[in-house]
Each structure stands twice: as C-alpha cells, then as structure tokens.
C-alpha cells in the first residue's frame, strides 16, 4: 500500500519514478480504509533529500500512511527553500492537539553541541513528552536516538576518537524481537557519526532492550520493552552517493575525516557502490510499521 503525499511534494515524482508506491490524497479519499497517520519531524538540513529517503521506505509497506512533515519553529532552516517548508511542513503549534500512529525524527548536524545547547533543544523535549501521550511508537535516527536515550533514559553521547563513517556489518542481539522478524544473522547498515551511545550503559538500562550492535559501529538498534520508542543509531535511509556527498563535504573544510569504511569499490575515492544495504533498511521500516504500530494501535487512537 502506499504512502498518501500531495501531488506537488517533489518527492512524489521522484518515487514514483522508481516505481514506489505513492498516492495522492485525491485517490486515497476514495478508498475506504484508515490510513496510519504518520508524522516525520525533519531535522536534517537537506530536507528534501531525507524526505525522500525516508518516503521510499515508508512507502514500501503493505499499510497505507498518511504523511505529515513537521518542522522546528524555534530554528529556520537555511538549506531549504522558504516556499518549499511552507507548503509542505507544520509547526508542532499546528499539529500538537492531533495524534499520530507513528513518528520519525531524523538525525541532525550538531552531534559537536550538547544537548541543552541545540538552538531548538526545548523545543524537541517538549514533542518528545508530547509524542508519549500523542504517538503510538517512534522512530529516532542517528543523532535523534542519541537525543532520546538522553533526555528519557539519562543515557550521555560519548565522543569518539575517529569519525564512524562507513557501511558496517552488525548481528542480532535479541532475535526474538518482533522488530528483527526475517534479519539475516548479520546485516550492512550505513553509520556516520562523531559520537555513540556506550554499550554497557544501554545494556545497564532496565526499561530498554539492545537488539543489534557492530563490532566496530557499536550500538546499532536499542528500543524500549514496549517497542514505543526505537533508536536507530545509524542511517539505513542513505542513497548510494551520501557517504560520499558527506565525506566530499567534511573534507572541503578541512576536517580531518577519514574515508567511509567498507563503502568505495576497490577501495577508490569516489567510487560509488551499488547499495548493499537497502533490503534490511524496507525491513526494518516494514518491521516497525506492522508490529510496533499497525498491530498494536487501536483503530481509533487517532480521533
């Protein structure tokens, strides 16, 4: 089943160019059928990109989803054009008396900052406390994760010595979860990320479960015992050239980064690979949706 979009959203075009799944809200008012409503609050500052990456694989389920894209009020972003939030996006003043199935929230260019010293971090902790009476389960990405085992959990960031930036192999830690139904035993995932969210104290936590780590990535996928709250440390969004786009653009001011591990073909600087990692990504957002959600959310839970 798809996800409903506006037409005029240019991530419509691009998925449906790829033959994903996507329809307009014309069509989905004729079908009789209640939608999960899924909310995706973009903070990456290359909004149009990650709304694509994250609507293809959303759009790949067998549960149509209807999709609202929420933006900070208390940040402006400045890599996306004015007209282009505007027509697309709300503020959480806009949607906090709804409720929603789901929500995403995507990682975010300030791992360098602390916590409390994010420009729109109030803002977050207030959708974060809001999203626990008003969303059924949500998703946190790579520096979201690390936002929400903070402030729910007490769970610090640690920095690292090097930059983790790669494509990395990782295994299950708890097979048994509903989240990781038909992982191979070990999977590739995309990471890239300064700092990490320490193993011993994830697995020190009572209210949480580690489900799948890297040996050399670390902490992968950790969620709460009720699947109300997954963090994803890593970035199974990514399209074949953002390692690259990333690497390109961290080099060019002169950090001191190193190339993406397991990534380049032949080991070559720009060499793009085909993507290897993209059949565990549709499952682990197929996953979520089926089992964290769709299985567990009342029919009602959103009036």
Same mark, same amino acid.
């Given at each position: #089943?798809?996800?409903?979009?506006?037409?005029?959203?240019?991530? %419509?075009?691009?998925?449906?160019?790829?033959?994903?799944?996507?329809?307009? %809200?014309? &069509? $989905?008012?004729?079908?009789?059928?209640?939608?999960?409503?899924?909310?995706?609050?973009?903070? #990456? /500052?290359?909004?149009?990109?990650?709304?694509? +990456?994250?609507?293809?694989?959303?759009? @790949?389920?067998? *549960?149509?989803?209807?999709?609202?894209?929420?933006?900070? $009020?208390?940040?402006? $972003?400045?890599?996306?054009?004015?007209?282009?939030?505007?027509?697309?996006?709300?503020?959480?003043?806009?949607? =906090?008396?709804?409720?929603?199935?789901?929500?995403?929230?995507?990682?975010?260019?300030?791992?360098?900052?602390?916590?409390?010293?994010?420009? %729109?971090?109030?803002?977050?902790?207030?959708?974060?406390?809001?999203?626990?009476? @008003?969303?059924?389960?949500?998703?946190?990405?790579?520096?979201?994760?690390? $936002?929400?085992?903070?402030? +729910?959990?007490?769970?610090?960031?640690?920095? #690292?010595? +090097? =930059?983790?930036?790669?494509?990395?192999?990782?295994?299950? !830690?708890?097979?048994?979860?509903?989240? *990781?139904?038909?992982?191979?035993?070990?999977?590739?995932?995309?990471?890239? &990320? @300064?700092?990490?969210?320490?193993?011993?104290?994830?697995?020190?936590?009572?209210?949480?479960?580690?489900?799948?780590?890297?040996?050399?990535?670390?902490?992968?996928?950790?969620?709460?015992?009720?699947?109300?709250?997954?963090?994803?440390?890593?970035?199974?969004?990514?399209?074949?050239?953002?390692?690259?786009?990333?690497? !390109?653009?961290?080099?060019?001011?002169?950090? @001191? !980064? /190193?190339?993406?591990?397991?990534?380049?073909?032949?080991?070559?600087?720009?060499?793009? /690979? /085909?993507?290897?990692?993209?059949?565990?990504? #549709?499952?682990?957002?197929?996953?979520?949706?089926?089992?964290?959600?769709? +299985?567990?959310?009342?029919?009602?839970? !959103?009036?």
């Amino acid at each position: #089943m798809p996800v409903k979009l506006p037409k005029n959203l240019p991530a %419509y075009a691009s998925l449906e160019k790829e033959n994903v799944f996507v329809m307009s %809200y014309d &069509r $989905a008012a004729r079908q009789d059928i209640r939608p999960l409503k899924v909310l995706i609050l973009n903070l #990456m /500052p290359t909004k149009e990109v990650t709304e694509t +990456q994250l609507l293809r694989l959303l759009g @790949n389920s067998p *549960l149509q989803s209807e999709i609202t894209l929420l933006r900070t $009020a208390s940040y402006e $972003a400045t890599n996306t054009a004015a007209e282009h939030l505007s027509a697309f996006y709300k503020t959480f003043d806009e949607v =906090k008396a709804q409720r929603f199935d789901a929500c995403v929230i995507t990682g975010a260019p300030v791992e360098h900052l602390d916590f409390e010293d994010v420009t %729109y971090w109030t803002e977050l902790t207030k959708i974060l406390d809001w999203a626990d009476t @008003n969303v059924f389960s949500t998703l946190y990405i790579c520096w979201a994760a690390q $936002a929400g085992l903070f402030y +729910q959990y007490g769970l610090a960031k640690r920095p #690292m010595s +090097q =930059k983790v930036s790669g494509v990395f192999r990782h295994t299950l !830690v708890k097979k048994c979860s509903p989240l *990781l139904r038909g992982f191979d035993d070990e999977f590739w995932a995309p990471h890239s &990320r @300064n700092t990490e969210v320490l193993r011993g104290d994830v697995l020190a936590c009572a209210e949480l479960d580690l489900l799948a780590e890297s040996a050399e990535a670390g902490v992968y996928v950790a969620a709460s015992k009720d699947l109300r709250r997954v963090f994803v440390t890593g970035h199974s969004e990514y399209d074949a050239e953002t390692l690259h786009l990333e690497y !390109v653009r961290d080099a060019s001011k002169g950090l @001191n !980064v /190193p190339p993406p591990k397991n990534y380049y073909l032949r080991g070559e600087t720009g060499a793009i /690979p /085909p993507i290897f990692w993209r059949a565990h990504a #549709m499952l682990l957002f197929n996953n979520w949706l089926n089992y964290c959600v769709y +299985q567990e959310t009342p029919y009602d839970y !959103v009036i």
